[in-house]
């Protein structure tokens, strides 16, 4: 949202709802591990490494992203 990329939110980013849910198709290493809320939605929704929440997220460069179809 800061780089105005309009990324769905249904839970305000608490991440409780998996709308932000986006893949990261370049630049996986500059994000940091999941968090504790990402990590427990991620086991139990079975995402891929690449799948990451937005609202959970804070990348120290530039990603690249594609939001799920
Ligand atoms: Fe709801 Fe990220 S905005 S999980």
Do not use: H, W
């Amino acid at each position: 949202q800061q780089n105005s990329v309009e990324i769905d939110s249904s839970c305000g980013g608490m991440g409780t709802c998996g709308t932000c849910r986006v893949f990261v198709i370049e630049g996986l290493n500059y994000l940091p591990q999941r968090n504790e809320i990402e990590a427990e939605m991620a086991v139990d929704r079975g995402f891929d490494v690449t799948e990451r929440l937005s609202c959970q997220s804070y990348p120290e460069r530039n990603l690249t992203i594609q939001k799920p179809k």
